[in-house]
């Protein structure tokens, strides 16, 4: 099945700063990736997401990258905030399935 | 805008219990999820409907789990002659299409 690698675990920056998440999945089929982000006793909220047909989509200071042949995408938060501390997770999925497969997240913090 | 709703919002219960959470979907949502998070872990799949058919399950859903989903609106899990390790967040999602909403979850605590 689907597995979904995701680095580094914790991230921290500076107020400003860019901040890049890494993820890897290992099925070729899988065709959806999309990003969330969870906040201290909250349930995980949508913030991006890429189907494979695409290799970049932005939403002001989010942007996702996704190279198919290398199986890993990213996400890019510009000009981070301090309300930008969450932890992170990337997932995937197949056509097909209504499964999303997720990352063991990433813990960014967002120094003031 | 109401969001997903889970209830209750924490349950704790003693081994060998039984327990029963609900979901109330995104009400134009006709697809349905129930995922199973520990701490520092990402979420992990159990099951899904579309509108009352369940139409797909996880091995990590054993014969002590059980999801309804009656009207094909809100769902129930419940587990039955809980263990220690059942101890977890449990998260509902929705979604009309793609794109699925996650309700704030029910933290089940076995003692």
């Known amino acids: 099945g689907e597995n979904v690698e995701q680095h580094p675990s914790t991230l921290s920056v500076q107020e400003g700063d860019s901040a890049v998440i890494k993820c890897t999945y290992s099925?070729?089929?899988?065709?959806?990736f999309p990003w969330y982000k969870q906040e201290l006793g909250k349930g995980p909220q949508l913030i991006i997401d890429?189907?494979?047909?695409?290799g970049e989509k932005k939403d002001q200071r989010i942007a996702v990258t996704l190279n198919k042949t290398a199986k890993h995408f990213s996400l890019h938060i510009t000009e981070t905030q301090p309300e930008d501390s969450a932890v992170y997770f990337c997932?995937?999925?197949?056509?097909?399935?209504?499964?999303?497969?997720f990352g063991k997240g990433t813990k960014l913090t967002v120094n003031p | 805008d109401t969001g997903v709703s889970q209830n209750p919002r924490h349950k704790i219960t003693k081994r060998g219990q039984n327990v029963t959470f609900r979901c109330d979907p995104i009400s134009e949502h006709n697809r349905l999820y129930w995922y199973r998070q520990t701490l520092g872990q990402g979420p992990e799949f159990l099951t899904y409907f579309q509108n009352e058919a369940q139409l797909e399950k996880s091995r990590l859903l054993s014969d002590r789990f059980s999801a309804e989903r009656p009207k094909g609106s809100f769902s129930t899990l419940e587990i039955q002659r809980t263990e220690q390790g059942d101890s977890a967040m449990y998260l509902c999602a929705s979604s009309r299409t793609s794109g699925m909403s996650f309700g704030p979850g029910t933290r089940l605590t076995v003692t």
């Open positions: 890429i189907r494979s047909n695409v």
């Open positions: 997932a995937a999925s197949q056509g097909g399935s209504e499964k999303l497969v």
């Open positions: 099925d070729s089929a899988s065709n959806y």
